[in-house]
C-alpha cells in the first residue's frame, strides 16, 4: 500500500472540496425516510443508583434523538462483590437484573418504550440487552 495520493485522487478531493453538493446521510432509511440509529451505553462500575440516573437520562435524550435502538451493557456480574453478603438481593443488587427492572417500573421511560429484551437479560450467557425505542409523534 503507498502513502502517495495520486494526481486523480488530489483532483477528486478538491472537486468535492468545491463543490456545493451534500452528502447522503447513511443513516436515514430510504423507503421511508426514519433515523434509524443504535447507541450503546455501560454501565459497568456504577452503582445501583447512579446506573439508574444515567439509564434515565440516556433514554430521554435517546429518544428525543429518534434513536430507535439502545445496546445497554451491564456485564453479567460474575464478579459483583453483592454475591459474598447475605443481606442484599443476589439479583437485583446486579445492574443486569436491576437496570432493566427500574426501567421497566417506570412508567415515564416505559411511555417512550416499544420493548425491552428480557431474553437478553435473563441469559447468563449476555451481559447487555437492547432498548427498542418509540419514534416521537
Known amino acids: 500500500m503507498t ?7 488530489k483532483k ?3 472537486n ?8 447522503k446521510t447513511k443513516d ?19 452503582t445501583l443508583d447512579e446506573a439508574n440516573k444515567i439509564i ?5 435524550n435517546c429518544y428525543l434523538n429518534q434513536v430507535k435502538k439502545i445496546n445497554v451493557i451491564t456485564g453479567k456480574g460474575m ?12 439479583d437485583l443488587s446486579i445492574l443486569k437484573y436491576s437496570v432493566p427492572e427500574y426501567i ?5 421511560l416505559m ?3 416499544n420493548r425491552i429484551d428480557f431474553e437478553s437479560v435473563n441469559s447468563p450467557s449476555k451481559g447487555n440487552f437492547n432498548i427498542f425505542l418509540k419514534t416521537i409523534k
Open 12 to 14: 477528486d478531493w478538491q
Open 16 to 23: 468535492f472540496l468545491d463543490s456545493s453538493e451534500k452528502l
Open 104 to 108: 421497566k417500573n417506570n412508567s415515564e
Open 28 to 46: 436515514l432509511d430510504q423507503s421511508n425516510h426514519q433515523i434509524i440509529l443504535e447507541r450503546s451505553i455501560d454501565l459497568h462500575g456504577y
Open 111 to 113: 411511555n417512550k418504550i
Open 56 to 60: 434515565s437520562k440516556f433514554i430521554e
Open 79 to 90: 464478579r459483583s462483590k453483592n454475591l459474598d453478603d447475605p443481606y442484599q438481593s443476589k
Open 3 to 9: 502513502n502517495k495520493l495520486s494526481d486523480k485522487d
